[in-house]
């Protein structure tokens, strides 16, 4: 991982150049997440939002296969006593699929969510409190963080104080 390019509390990016630096950026931010956030992974296909996930995941412990949830929506964790939903919309056709879905039940605070492809979903969908934005840059990727709430705030402030 390469140094970042903004600095600031609730808002950086930094430049990923191959898969294992996104999947170490996800275990890195893995420690600062807790139940009930909300994280939106934007970017276009082949970005690197499930990658990312997969980091998210090895870093909170869980050491199997992590699957990209296109075809069944939503692959579901457990990992110590939280539950983990690593959703992806991108199949969806018109908002009105989220409702149906029944989705709007697995949003609370018992667990974490990490969305891709919110967009799909619309204005129904939960907001996030914390927005990442992948984009490929030459063989690489770049990486924005966005905090969206306070509790999103908290998590990019505690990984600002833990820097060296
Ligand atoms: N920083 C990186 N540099 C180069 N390649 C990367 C990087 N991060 C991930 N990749 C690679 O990009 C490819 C696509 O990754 P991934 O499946 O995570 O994308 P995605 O955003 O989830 O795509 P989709 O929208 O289709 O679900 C994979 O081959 C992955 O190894
Ligand atoms: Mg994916």
Request: proline share 2%; hydrophobic share 35%; glycine share 8%.
């Given at each position: 991982?390469h140094?970042t390019e903004?600095e600031?509390?609730h808002?950086?990016?930094?430049y990923?150049?191959d898969?294992?630096?996104?999947l170490?950026?996800?275990?890195k931010?893995s420690?600062?997440l807790?139940?009930?956030l909300?994280?939106y992974l934007?970017g276009?296909?082949?970005?690197?939002k499930?990658t990312?996930?997969?980091?998210?995941?090895?870093g909170l412990g869980?050491?199997?296969?992590v699957k990209?949830p296109?075809?069944?929506?939503v692959e579901?964790?457990?990992i110590s006593?939280v539950?983990?939903?690593?959703?992806?919309?991108?199949r969806?056709?018109?908002?009105?699929e989220?409702?149906?879905a029944?989705?709007?039940?697995?949003?609370?605070?018992?667990?974490i969510?990490?969305?891709?492809w919110?967009e799909?979903?619309?204005d129904l969908?939960p907001?996030?409190?914390?927005r990442?934005?992948?984009?490929?840059l030459?063989?690489g990727?770049?990486i924005?963080?966005?905090?969206?709430t306070?509790?999103?705030k908290?998590?990019l402030?505690?990984?600002e104080?833990q820097?060296?």
């Amino acid at each position: 991982m390469h140094s970042t390019e903004t600095e600031s509390v609730h808002n950086f990016s930094c430049y990923l150049a191959d898969d294992s630096e996104t999947l170490k950026l996800g275990e890195k931010l893995s420690t600062y997440l807790h139940a009930g956030l909300t994280l939106y992974l934007i970017g276009d296909l082949g970005a690197g939002k499930t990658t990312l996930t997969r980091g998210i995941l090895h870093g909170l412990g869980y050491s199997h296969t992590v699957k990209s949830p296109t075809y069944n929506l939503v692959e579901i964790y457990k990992i110590s006593g939280v539950y983990f939903y690593h959703f992806d919309f991108y199949r969806f056709n018109d908002y009105l699929e989220w409702e149906e879905a029944g989705f709007r039940d697995y949003f609370n605070s018992e667990s974490i969510c990490v969305v891709e492809w919110p967009e799909k979903a619309g204005d129904l969908l939960p907001k996030p409190d914390l927005r990442l934005a992948l984009s490929i840059l030459g063989t690489g990727r770049k990486i924005e963080l966005r905090a969206c709430t306070e509790a999103g705030k908290q998590c990019l402030k505690q990984w600002e104080n833990q820097k060296d």
